[in-house]
């Protein structure tokens, strides 16, 4: 499993001492979540937008499909990260996560984490202390232009400041 964990080398000592009490936060599922809706009338919205009117382009599915199927680079990779990843459309997202993401633009990338304290560590991690971090947005996935090892040279930047303990783009679920 990916763990998100905060460094403490090069910090002021009293900054990596509240770092060492700080909660835990670790990945435990990724979400990419296309600006199209997942229904037949959905995609036939967006295929014609794309193909015929060249208006419609959804940056999360430039990195992860290709003209027909999702790229096997990006299958490979989702396989290797060690957290679950989902590929949805902004209409099958569950009421946690929609609840999480309604007032966020789309196409955008989504993480849900646990946090794990030092008085938490005996006690195995509940759903309700899950929270959802709106880690990459639209613009962002616009910039890597579909090459999935910008995307996860992003992604890898964007998770090591959630080590941060002051993250302030935490929802909880």
Request: net charge negative; glycine share 6%.
């Amino acid at each position: 499993m990916l763990a998100v964990v905060s460094s403490t080398s090069g910090r002021d000592p009293a900054v990596a001492a509240a770092a060492s009490v700080a909660p835990q936060r670790e990945l435990v599922e990724l979400f990419v979540i296309y600006d199209a809706d997942g229904t037949v009338a959905g995609e036939l919205v967006y295929l014609l937008g794309k193909w015929l009117l060249g208006r419609r382009q959804c940056a999360a599915c430039s990195i992860t499909h290709g003209p027909r199927r999702e790229k096997p680079e990006f299958t490979d990779w989702k396989l290797s990260l060690g957290v679950p990843v989902s590929n949805i459309h902004r209409d099958e997202m569950h009421i946690e996560l929609y609840n999480a993401t309604r007032s966020r633009a789309f196409p955008c990338v989504v993480g849900r984490v646990s946090q794990h304290g030092p008085a938490a560590a005996a006690d195995a991690p509940t759903a309700a202390e899950d929270q959802y971090v709106y880690i990459m947005d639209p613009h962002e996935l616009d910039l890597c232009d579909g090459d999935l090892a910008l995307f996860q040279a992003m992604l890898e930047r964007k998770l090591r400041h959630l080590s941060e303990p002051s993250a302030a783009n935490f929802r909880h679920s």
